[in-house]
């Protein structure tokens, strides 16, 4: 089996008001079914190795977790190579129940961005408030990033982490880039 290549090879930009990275292959599965049902909980606990986030929450431990996407659809995050492993457990305990697992860890992209001004420039982009006191560490959020889907969240203060679709990767890196331009501080936050 070759190597997973990440989408840009891990680029970075350290240039701005935050520093940007995309952080390489990691694991994804999408998991679709009635989140209110115990063999769908205990098979989704299983995998993702954290309880089932509320709406509008991702939960993490190291780097694996989980975070809540629609009232039917949570998205497993794990490391890379624990997603074939994950997925066969998910679809073996899920065989009797509506469910679908996918792994759709090479069709997105990841990218971490760090500093004191991470709000701002994640609020050029975003249609989101993005006011300390309404998203805090640990709310995961979908929507628009200019043109592209993307979603995110704050496994920290002064941390974010984007997932993108992997087609649009150049262009969400480069969108960073223009919003964490030095000089283009609004003061915002």
């Given amino acids: 089996m070759s190597d997973p290549v990440s989408a840009l090879h891990h680029a970075t930009n350290s240039e701005g008001l935050v520093s940007i990275c995309e952080i ?9 079914g009635d989140l209110s049902a115990k063999p769908f909980q205990k098979a989704a606990i ?13 939960l993490m431990e190291l780097d694996r977790g989980i975070a809540w996407m629609s009232p039917d659809e949570l ?13 066969g ?3 073996g305990k899920l065989a009797k129940h509506h469910a679908l697992a996918v792994n759709v860890s090479d069709a997105r992209a990841v990218f ?27 709310m995961f959020r979908r929507t628009r990033l200019g043109q592209v889907a993307a979603a ?14 992997r087609s649009s990767a150049q262009y969400v890196f480069d969108l960073l880039g223009v919003a964490s ?3 283009s501080e609004v003061d915002l936050f």
Wanted: neutral net charge; aromatic residues 6%.
């Fill in 46 to 58: 299983a995998a993702g190795g954290v309880n089932i986030p509320n709406q509008g929450r991702c």
């Fill in 181 to 183: 331009q030095k000089g």
């Fill in 152 to 165: 995110f969240w704050m496994p920290e203060e002064d941390v974010v982490r984007l997932i993108c679709f």
């Fill in 112 to 138: 971490e961005l760090r500093g004191a001004r991470v709000r701002e420039v994640m609020a050029k982009l975003a249609p989101v408030d993005l006011h300390p006191e309404v998203f805090t560490p640990g």
């Fill in 75 to 87: 998205l497993i995050l794990c490391r890379y190579d624990d997603v074939a492993g994950k997925l």
């Fill in 89 to 91: 457990d998910l679809n």
């Fill in 24 to 32: 390489g292959p990691v694991g994804m599965i999408t998991l679709r």
